[in-house]
């Protein structure tokens, strides 16, 4: 009985190392609509080419965690990882991500698409914009600003160009404008200031237009800037005019609030835009414009938040990962994941009459993604970003000053770089 | 004397290798699962990352001492620990002699009042995130009902608000279990002291003081016990309802061990962290259980 069995045993592995297809993939993939535009691009691939890719499916708040993990750990885990492009830096700086070009080389292209946004191009390279290639970018977010068209007409106001239109266009709206679609009160804005990304996110671009810098030439923060703080008090004054409770707001707070009609302007994602348009959840059908952010001192500048594939260093199939990595980011690929919701992250796509024609948002999204900036490229950004939006989510809430929120903000980041060194 | 050499004979040899045989599968799984995740984590807590190198000794424990946010981390873990087991353990004993006593419906009542301890609290967590929406939610909605202005009620939004928000879920879910021990514990008492009591023409309250309280100590004991370990390491209803916030207002030690875990990837100052954690809550439990044990029984 034991020699057959062991015979069997022997038959069962030589068996499935003989079904094995010749060529295996691994992809960790974001649960969402990025994800998913992914998923069917690999099944697709499969389909046409035999190389099989298995997926790994993890939500937002895990994927970095593990793909972390795993990397640091050299266990092979993955072929391909997603990552959102605020981790690069950390990843690049472990030295766990696989140098694009001598692959793409080997592929006959002597480095990435032109076609590829500059921005977003840049934000695969570590040092940013200059060093080796590490990522191609998938999915080109960059934030918007979003405001309610019918109401701008009806006060006879001026499309926001600066802050300082958007201030002056909430005062009017939340004065005169007392109740909302279904009868709710109307707020005049409507942001999130919940510690964390929330409130760094929607901070920034208010930060970046006053002229503020979170670090200066030598790296040394400076949040606390005069520039910094007069920012933090604009944005209070804002929050004034925004829904109470708004300091602990995330995105589907202020999601909810323009759908009920209930708030009239905000800073958000591209991922929004068509539920404005969907009879189920929207009560603004039609009522909605978006557009590039407003300025101040400076010209305005969104948030970049792109979706990035890269390789693992310790990737075995490297060559066959980015063959596919290849195909999955070409226009005609980048093309399908787009008309599954997924803003492109190439000119030629955002300028595709076919794709246009289906997102009217197509060229301020572009103009956008063009001119927006990246969070401050530092291994450290998880860490940074949580102590700042602690205090501008503290700020917001009526706990400190903002000046007394930047002085301490600055100080905690200070410590978190010191600790780095 | 012998009787260690005697216990290694070659008889005995035989006699151990059964029991040896049979607890060697619990002792690998116990080494691989506790024992080397118990070191790796120690190891850890004492490595310092910087950005060159790898260094050792007591740096994660001497930060934590000037880490602002595990300080009010800390203090917020006890101000949740000690308001909601005060108030649990309060309304539970209250709920636990009412339900005691012959009352109609009684049956009806104590299952209904189980119905929020057998819910997963991350469903409980969601549930209370949405009534306690400031705009939307349904307990601003009620109060609107009744004419109240709800403008400053932003509950899990407010800096004043918020932990009183978290302790109250808390609360809620968990006052049950301490009813429910408490109730058992009720039941256990016999009727014999009372009956003296009575005869000897005690009031109810000197019944309750030195009769029932006195032979309830044990349950008290170990409910506060129970629930004592439970609060210092809340995590799931907090993370939930207000990830820690607004700012700071809500962030307990889990909630920023975790944090600096799988956000910041700083395990060493985590496993730090953790141990002191582990400390306090063995030092708080060490007491209750000594007190269990003076019990003269």
């Given amino acids: ?421 | 004397m012998p009787k260690s050499r005697r216990f290694f004979n070659a008889r005995n040899k035989r006699e151990l290798l059964l029991p040896a045989l049979f607890l060697a599968p619990a002792m690998a799984v116990l080494l691989a699962l506790s024992i080397y995740p118990l070191i790796y984590s120690i190891t850890i807590s004492l490595q310092q990352q910087t950005a060159a190198d790898v260094s050792w000794g007591l740096g994660n424990f001497t930060r934590l001492l000037s880490d602002n946010f595990f300080l009010t981390a800390l203090v917020h873990t006890f101000v949740y620990a000690v308001v909601a087991l005060t108030c649990e353990f309060l309304l539970g004993l209250g709920l636990a002699l009412l339900l005691n006593e012959q009352i109609r419906g009684r049956g009806i009542f104590r299952a209904s009042l189980l119905i929020p301890m057998m819910l997963p609290t991350v469903v409980v967590g969601v549930v209370w995130r949405l009534m306690l929406n400031s705009n939307f939610g349904a307990i601003n909605g009620t109060l609107k009902e009744f004419g109240l202005n709800t403008e400053s009620l932003t509950w899990t939004a407010s800096p004043k608000l918020a932990m009183l928000s978290v302790i109250a879920v808390d609360v809620w879910q968990w006052t049950p279990f301490v009813f429910l021990v408490l109730l058992a514990g009720l039941q256990a008492i016999p009727q014999e002291p009372y009956e003296a009591a009575l005869i000897d023409g005690s009031s109810r309250w000197q019944t309750f003081r030195h009769v029932t309280l006195p032979l309830l100590k044990p349950s008290i004991l170990i409910v506060l016990l129970l629930r004592t370990m439970d609060l210092l390491r809340v995590f799931d209803q907090i993370f939930i309802l207000t990830e820690g916030g607004p700012g700071f207002a809500t962030e307990t030690i889990s909630l920023y061990i975790y944090r600096t875990a799988f956000r910041f990837f700083d395990f060493g100052y985590a496993a730090a962290m953790s141990f002191v954690l582990l400390a306090l809550t063995n030092v708080i439990s060490a007491v209750y259980i000594r007190l269990i044990q003076s019990e003269p029984n």
């Fill in chain 1, 1 to 421: 009985m034991r020699p057959a069995l062991s015979l069997f045993l022997i038959f069962l592995v030589l068996l499935a190392s003989c079904t094995q297809p010749r060529k295996q993939l691994t992809l960790a993939v974001v649960a969402g609509v990025e994800g998913e535009a992914l998923k069917q691009a690999a099944a697709d691939y499969e389909a046409q080419t035999g190389v099989h890719i298995e997926i790994a499916q993890f939500p937002y708040s895990n994927l970095f965690e593990k793909e972390l993990i795993d990397l640091k750990a050299r266990s092979r885990a993955y072929d391909l990882i997603m990552l959102d492009d605020p981790w690069f830096q950390r990843f690049a700086h472990e030295k766990v991500l696989t140098d694009l070009t001598p692959l793409l080389q080997r592929l006959g292209q002597s480095g990435p698409d032109p076609d590829f946004v500059a921005t977003s191009i840049a934000l695969c390279r570590d040092p940013y914009q200059t060093g080796s290639l590490y990522a191609l970018p998938y999915v080109g977010n960059s934030q918007l600003f979003f405001y309610r068209k019918d109401l701008f007409e009806k006060y006879e106001l001026k499309p926001p160009a600066t802050w300082d239109d958007v201030l002056t266009a909430a005062k009017t709206i939340h004065e005169k404008e007392n109740t909302g679609a279904g009868g709710e009160k109307m707020y005049g804005y409507v942001m999130r200031a919940a510690q964390g990304n929330a409130a760094v996110a929607d901070f920034m671009p208010i930060f970046w237009a006053f002229g503020g810098e979170m670090f200066d030439a030598s790296g040394k923060p400076t949040v606390n800037s005069p520039e910094g703080i007069a920012a933090l008090q604009f944005m209070i004054d804002l929050g004034k005019l925004s829904p109470p409770g708004y300091a602990s707001f995330n995105a589907d707070d202020v999601g909810a609030h323009l759908l009920q009609g209930t708030a009239a302007m905000s800073i958000n994602w591209p991922a929004w835009i068509s539920s404005f348009s969907d009879q189920s959840k929207s009560k603004v059908i039609g009522k909605m414009e978006f557009t590039t952010l407003p300025g101040a001192q400076k010209s305005g500048q969104a948030e970049i938040g792109n979706w990035l594939i890269a390789i693992p260093r310790d990737s075995t199939n490297a060559q066959a990962a980015a063959e596919f990595l290849v195909w999955a980011t070409s226009a005609a690929q980048m093309k399908r994941s787009a008309q599954r919701g997924n803003p492109p992250t190439r000119k030629s796509l955002f300028q595709d009459a076919e794709l246009v024609a289906k997102n009217p948002a197509y060229p301020a999204q572009l103009r956008s993604l063009e001119s927006s900036r990246p969070r401050p490229r530092t291994p450290y950004w998880n860490e940074i970003e949580n102590a700042f939006g602690i205090f501008l989510s503290k700020a917001n809430s009526g706990e400190l000053t903002p000046a007394d929120a930047m002085n301490q903000a600055n100080a905690e980041i200070e410590k978190i770089l010191q600790r780095a060194q």
